[in-house]
Structure formats: structure tokens, C-alpha cells
């Protein structure tokens, strides 16, 4: 009776140990954008994010900062590698499927790559952030003269 306890223990830790190393594989291949966010703000505290656009497989993360910056994240496994980018400081090109950028970081050439999105459009909006090209109209526009929302009052 001891001994069929034993095997059961055994089987049981056996299987907890395959399932947990699946899911380690599947977590390192499906990397989390919510961790990374939260690992580019402690390294960049006093970026504020304003959008982000993930790449198809999930390994790298573009971010339109605060005052027209970009931010990069790509990750490593559990680990990401996070960068602010001032506009014009590297190059970027569309990609042949015209649904990704092929980036070119000047002072860091290890994270050149060929970036797809899901739609073109993402692509596109991410290649304005990196070029210091975005202008996102105000949600809160300045008021006509002479309107009531001015501050004028009969």
C-alpha cells in the first residue's frame, strides 16, 4: 500500500513538472505585453505611454511616448530589452509584404529587424513615431474666438 502511494506522489509530481515546463515554453513564445509595459516603466519612469502597437509574433513592442518620442521593447524569453527613441535616429524602410517596417538602429545594430504588424496600417503609424513624424489632433481643441466655450460671456 506504501508503495502504490509512493508511485502515485511520484506520478503526480511528475506531471505537475511537464505541465509546468509546457506552459514556460508557451509563456517564453507568447510574450506578455502587460509585463512588458510594466518592466519599460521602471526603466523609463518618467515616460509617459501614449500608445503601442506589438509586432505578429509578440517579440517586440513600438511605443509613442510622451513629447514625440518612441519607445522599443523586444523581449528575451522573461527578459526585455527596453529603448527610448528620439525621433530621426535610425531608419526604416517597409518591408516587402507592406504590413512591416525593416528597422535599422544606428547605435544599436543587434535589434535590426523586419517587424510585421497585423495591417498595414499599424506599420505605417509606427513608422511616423519613429521618424517624428506623428501629430495626433487634440481632444481638446483650442476654441473658436469669440465663442461662448472661449470664455467670453454676455
Known sequence: MLWLMLIALIAVVGAFYVWMNARA???ADNPDTGSAMVEFGR?????????LHSTIDGKAIFLRLHHGKAGFIQSHGTHYVCH?????????????????????FPDFAYLDNNFEFRMA???AEVSLWLLGSFNPKSEIDAP????AAAGTID
Do not use: M, T, Y
Request: glycine share 10%; net charge negative; no cysteine.
Open 25 to 27: 515554453e508557451r509563456d
Open 43 to 51: 526603466a523609463f519612469p518618467d515616460e509617459a505611454i501614449r500608445a
Open 84 to 104: 527610448v527613441i528620439h525621433p530621426g535616429k535610425l531608419r526604416v524602410n517597409n518591408s516587402e509584404s507592406g504590413q512591416g517596417l525593416i528597422v535599422h
Open 121 to 123: 496600417a499599424e506599420a
Open 144 to 147: 473658436a474666438e469669440g465663442s
